[in-house]
T-cell receptor, first 113, second 116 residues
Framework: ELKVEQNPLFLSMQEGKNYTIYCNYS?????LYWYRQDPGKSLESLFV?????AVKQEGRLMASLDTKARLSTLHITAAVHDLSATYFC?????????????FGTGTRLQVTL | EPEVTQTPSHQVTQMGQEVILRCVPI?????FYWYRQILGQKVEFLVS????????KSEIFDDQFSVERPDGSNFTLKIRSTKLEDSAMYFC??????????????FGQGTRLTVV
């Protein structure tokens, strides 16, 4: 059974600081996704990572993928309060019509002023 | 911008009652999914649906659950006899191509189901 683990589960950081969230998964996959979720809200897509070594950046967030290590990172640069949310990584498993996403445990990020 | 729409946003039901959660996927999407998230926990896959049949389902998706695409636009999740542990946020998602490819699945805003 695929396991997708994130750490830390909870992160409190000050504005302006940098930090990295880690996502480890236990089986081979060719797609990894990062989502943001605000309390009581839906899942907002942030990044889709398609290949080994892929790096994508949007604003203060940068995601990378190492398929050999089965590891993805979400790096936060100079955090701002608006980034406070829960971040999930999700790994695609299965093929064709049987594809599905297996989500990580989530990392709740709190950026303090 | 096209979006996945779910109704209702919140449903309260008594244990043992049937509920139907509704979703309108993005119009040109062909692949549909239901996920659920128990409060404070991770998002879990329930079922995927393509060409009017279930493609994949998880062990959570037992005989109490069913899905249907009754009219070519709506996609529904029915829970026949709700249990307390069915209380969760239910998300519908749709995807244009199979296996997501290089696009993400688009998620609806969710239906919060509370079983009392």
């Amino acid at each position: 059974e695929l396991k997708v683990e994130q750490n830390p589960l909870f992160l409190s950081m000050q504005e302006g600081k940098n930090y990295t969230i880690y996502c480890n998964y236990s089986t081979t996959s060719d797609r990894l996704y990062w989502y943001r979720q605000d309390p009581g809200k839906s899942l907002e897509s942030l990044f889709v990572l398609l290949s080994n070594g892929a790096v994508k950046q949007e604003g203060r967030l940068m995601a990378s993928l190492d398929t050999k290590a089965r590891l993805s990172t979400l790096h936060i640069t100079a955090a701002v309060h608006d980034l406070s949310a829960t971040y999930f990584c999700a790994v695609k498993v299965g093929a064709g019509t049987a594809s599905k996403l297996t989500f990580g445990t989530g990392t709740r990020l709190q950026v303090t002023l | 911008e096209p979006e996945v729409t779910q109704t209702p946003s919140h449903q309260v039901t008594q244990m043992g009652q049937e509920v139907i959660l509704r979703c309108v996927p993005i119009s040109n999407h062909l692949y549909f999914y239901w996920y659920r998230q128990i409060l404070g926990q991770k998002v879990e896959f329930l079922v995927s649906f393509y060409n009017n049949e279930i493609s994949e389902k998880s062990e959570i998706f037992d005989d109490q659950f069913s899905v249907e695409r009754p009219d070519g636009s709506n996609f529904t999740l029915k829970i026949r006899s709700t249990k307390l542990e069915d209380s969760a946020m239910y998300f519908c998602a749709s995807s244009e191509v199979q296996g997501f490819m290089n696009t993400e699945a688009f998620f609806g805003q969710g239906t919060r189901l509370t079983v009392v």
